[in-house]
Every structure is written in C-alpha cells, then in structure tokens.
C-alpha cells in the first residue's frame, strides 16, 4: 500500500480521537420535555450555565413539549451521537412509558447513553382553596359521592403525576377523571382557578402557592418527606401503605455518543452537581440531588421498570386514562 494511502487511513481514524479530545467545540443543546420552570427545566438551565461557564461554549436548553416528555425523547433518540444534543429525560419515558404504550418510537435501553441521575423529587396532593374537602379522607369521601364528577390535572400521560392520581384512585377506589397538560406550570391556572378538582403537582410549583393559601397540601408521593415540606406527611402515612410515585430525571446522550464524550459528561455533570451552590439551590426547591455513575443510572433503569410494569398491570393503568 502507498505510503500516502496509509497516513490517509491513519489521519481519518485519528480524527474522531481528536474531535473527542477537543470536546466541545461547538453549542450543546439540552432537550427537555416540559414547560419552563418545572423541576427537569429549572436543573437543565442550572446545568447548561454551569457547563457552559466550564466549557467556554454556550450551551441552550429548548423545551419540546408534549406526550408526558416522550417527543424529547423520541427526538433526543434520533439526534447524532456526537455529543452536542442532549436531553434531561425522566423515568416517564424511561421506566413507565413501556409499560403504558403498546408501542413507543424509542427504545428506553437501546436507544440512550446515560450520563447521569441528577434529582428526584415528590409530588405533592394538592386541591384548590375552594374545593370543601379539608382532609385526605374528606376528599376520598368527596370523591365516592360524586363518581366522575372531580378531575385531576396532570403533567402528561407516562408521567409521575399521572400513575400518582391513577394509583390512587386504584388504591382509594374512587372514579376521577383526568385532564392532561403539557407540564405542571401549564396546569397551574386551571388548578388555581379550581376549573380541575386536585392535582399531584411536583414540589418546586406548588409549594410556594400552599405556603401563600392558594392551594390547600394533603401528603406527599415520596417514601420519605420532604425537606421542603417536612410538615406534610407522605401517602404512606395517610393510608396508603407502599405508595411511592416520584419523578427523577437524568442526563442522557443518544446510543452510539463517543465513551470518551460520555466520560467527559459524566465527569464534568458531577462536578457541577458538587457546587455547593448548585446542591442549595436544588435543595432549596425539594430537589434531591442523585449523581452517580452512568452504569448506576443504567441499573436503576432496569431495575425500576419491572417493579413499574407490575405496578401499572395490577391497577389496570393505560397512557389515555
């Protein structure tokens, strides 16, 4: 072979090790598929500043709403493997999208690299100040006298909100129909408005409106309380043994992104996350910090999914309920 050809080959192999090792070199965007100023919006705008200060590059979150954060997903899945798309995505589409959808447009295993778990945090059972109902027991009562009258609003169909509601409504036995929105933010005035009867909202959004008499708080979804609420006692507490429905969201490059891109990732998010400014701010909004390896977000992947899918089958919970 020409001696010419061989350093071609060469420099063409060498070439992506370079591009690797220059990263980035251009603008990252990360996906998110909610409205701005929910919790997976919030920490993505907190990631992208920070990241973006350490890489001397600007890096942009653009909000891709709809289907409970599964068109962000499907987006982020179809997106080049080279490091400059990524997306904050939940366990609505990772563990209980599979379970709710007879067919998705993405794999939750194939079709992702996972960086790295960054929050969970809790949703909260809220209804309007005008709903009667003072008490968890008041509103179950509330509720069985009034079979599908009351409604619940929702973040979209697959999210932790949504398999809340619907768990609850399977463990308390009551009828509540659901109304879906495009996140918690764009449910909000209807909630406020009383226009929808309850609402399993995440704690960054409604606990500043219970704290102002807006909203009237019975328990949290989490196993444990909230440090931002801690005199709200969990679902667990209230009656409900075994309840958990929380969300979590992590960082996610599509399959196929460079291992040496996906460390850089990984290496640079956790530093971030290490901040201590960053870990007050994200605490002070109910956000538990996770991080972590991307084989520990792998794992709690596989883990979380069956436990999920059982969950979801015992109460019969479909994607348009």
């Known amino acids: 072979m020409p001696r010419t050809v061989v350093i071609f ?10 591009a690797q090792g220059n990263y980035p070199e251009q603008p990252v965007r990360i996906l998110v598929g909610f409205t701005a100023g929910v919790a997976p919006d919030v920490t993505g705008r ?6 973006g200060v350490a890489w001397g590059r600007p890096v942009v979150v653009e909000n891709i709403t709809g289907a409970g954060g599964n068109i962000a997903a499907d987006r982020l899945a179809k997106s080049p493997p080279n490091g400059y798309t990524l997306g904050m995505i939940g366990n609505g589409s990772l563990v209980f999208s599979p379970s709710l959808y007879d067919k998705l447009s993405f794999d939750p295993v ?26 968890l027991p008041e509103l179950v009562a509330l509720a069985r ?16 909100q949504h398999l809340a509601a619907e768990l609850f409504k399977s463990m308390a036995g009551v009828d509540i129909r659901p109304v879906a929105y495009r996140g918690t933010t764009a449910l909000l005035p209807d909630l406020l408005a009383g226009r929808v009867s309850l609402s399993f909202a995440n704690v960054v959004n409604v606990v500043p409106l219970v704290r102002e008499g807006k909203l009237r708080a019975f328990a949290v979804t989490s196993a444990s309380r909230s440090a931002v609420a801690p005199e709200l006692p969990t679902m667990a507490e209230s ?15 599509p399959a196929g992104t460079p ?56 109460a019969g919970i479909k994607a348009n309920d």
């Open 9 to 18: 080959l060469l420099s063409l192999i060498a070439m992506p090790v370079i």
């Open 239 to 253: 009656g409900y043994p075994g309840f958990e429905a929380v969300p979590w969201f992590g960082l996610m490059a």
């Open 110 to 135: 194939k079709d992702f690299s996972p960086i790295a778990q960054i929050f969970v945090a809790a949703n909260v059972l809220v209804v309007p100040s005008g709903v009667p109902a003072k008490t």
């Open 46 to 51: 907190l990631l992208a500043e920070k990241l």
């Open 259 to 314: 291992a040496a891109i996906v460390e850089r990732l990984h290496r640079d998010t956790v530093k971030v996350l290490a901040q201590p400014d960053v870990r007050r701010k994200m605490n002070d909004l109910g956000l538990d910090v996770i991080g972590g390896t991307p084989a520990e977000f792998a794992a709690a992947i596989e883990r979380e999914t069956p436990r999920w899918a059982r969950v979801i089958r015992q």
């Open 145 to 160: 006298a009034q079979p599908g009258v009351l409604t619940y609003a929702h973040a979209g169909a697959g999210t932790s």
